[in-house]
């Protein structure tokens, strides 16, 4: 999750929040973030909520003030961003930066709030939703450590490495990785692929229909009516991937090889349709880099008797954490 948070408000909105840094420092955005997120989720179980909301007391009373400490920190970053265009800086490439720049050409095209709403949408679209898949995709590799060895061999080759891992550090593995050698690697783009498959990181999703409609199974369905679809539930059906459809197998994704996309109708854990999952590519890229760096210089294990179970939320993190122990290859 820092990782991951670090990496989302560098692309951003550029900005260096350092919650990785060695020490692990508590990031207060970081934690109203949690906060906030878990709050809302707790709506969905509590009749009563919006009573609690205008008494302002309970979880409610939390909420605000967390919803305050999150919008403080966004409202920091665009008024420092404004001054920065102002004074004609135009160094910084982040996404605020270029939803301001539209501000130029067209003054207001985004309020304040709207940016805001821009930076919150980006973090919570890109931070839990990798991090939890790189847990997922460790534990799928602690139950099948030949598809580590597999990764293992592909970065090695694909980076030019040795089989020893003594002789490199971190940064020189790093520096070999480009897009072009990242998307070579069709063995752990499966890996991860598969993971996705069964451990979907938005498990079901919810849609409110804005007319009236019919399914083509010919369920008919009127404006305001809710409809979900569950990647969670089709990832796992055998109709859909046949007898072995609970086995964790990359080698269901290669041809000769190389990686076969599915259609997103099928594999729907980045959903399907004019409004796909904006950031697929960069989470496979950042997914990539980490897990064939950890890969490369590590072996994981489970510590014995941690019970690893999901836990529901919008999204789908782990109910206990995933306690591994780490040794070096
Ligand atoms: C494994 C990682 C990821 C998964 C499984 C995932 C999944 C999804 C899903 C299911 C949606 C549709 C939500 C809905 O409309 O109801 C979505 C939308 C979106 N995602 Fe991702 N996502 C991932 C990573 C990322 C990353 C890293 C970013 C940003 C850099 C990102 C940006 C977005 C954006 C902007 C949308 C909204 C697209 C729109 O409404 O037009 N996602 N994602």
Redesign the pocket.
């Known amino acids: 999750m820092r990782m991951t948070l670090d990496s989302?408000c560098q692309?951003?909105f550029g900005v260096s929040l350092g919650s990785l840094s060695p020490e692990l420092p508590d990031i207060p955005f970081a934690k109203a973030f949690d906060t906030v997120n878990e709050i809302i989720t707790s709506r969905f179980f509590n009749a009563f909520w919006r009573i609690e909301k205008a008494l302002n007391i309970g979880k409610e009373k939390i909420l605000k003030k967390e919803v305050g400490v999150l919008n403080s920190f966004t409202a920091n970053i665009i008024d420092q961003r404004s001054l920065e265009l102002q004074g004609n800086n135009r160094s910084k490439v982040d996404l605020l930066s270029r939803f301001m720049s539209y501000n130029d050409d067209e003054p207001d095209t985004f309020t304040d709030k709207e940016l805001r709403d821009a930076i919150l949408?980006?973090v919570i679209?890109?931070r839990d939703?990798?991090a939890i898949?790189l847990s997922w995709f460790i534990f799928c590799i602690c139950a099948h450590p030949h598809v580590a060895d597999m990764v293992f061999e592909e970065t090695k080759n694909v980076l030019g490495l040795q089989q020893s891992t003594w002789g490199y550090t971190f940064e020189e593995v790093a520096k070999r990785m480009s897009y072009e050698t990242i998307s070579t690697m069709h063995y752990l783009h499966a890996a991860l692929t598969e993971t996705?498959r069964l451990y979907?990181?938005?498990p079901r999703?919810g849609?409110v229909a804005a007319g009236d409609d019919t399914l083509p199974d010919g369920t008919r369905v009127k404006q305001g009516d809710r409809v979900s679809y569950v990647?969670y539930s089709m990832g796992r059906m055998e109709f859909i991937w046949g007898k072995d459809a609970l086995t964790y197998n990359p080698d269901r994704w290669l041809k000769d090889g190389v990686f076969q996309p599915e259609s997103p109708f099928k594999f729907s854990?980045?959903?399907a349709g004019p409004?796909?999952?904006?950031?697929?590519d960069?989470?496979y890229l950042?997914?990539k880099m980490t897990a064939a760096l950890l890969l490369y210089f590590f072996r994981f294990c489970i510590v014995p008797d941690h019970v690893v179970r999901y836990r529901v939320m919008l999204v789908m993190p782990m109910a206990n954490g995933l306690f591994v122990n780490v040794s070096p290859r």
């Open positions: 989302i692309v951003g949408n980006f679209a890109g939703t990798s898949t996705l979907p990181a938005v999703d849609k990647p854990a980045f959903q409004r796909i999952c904006l950031g697929r960069s989470a950042q997914m």
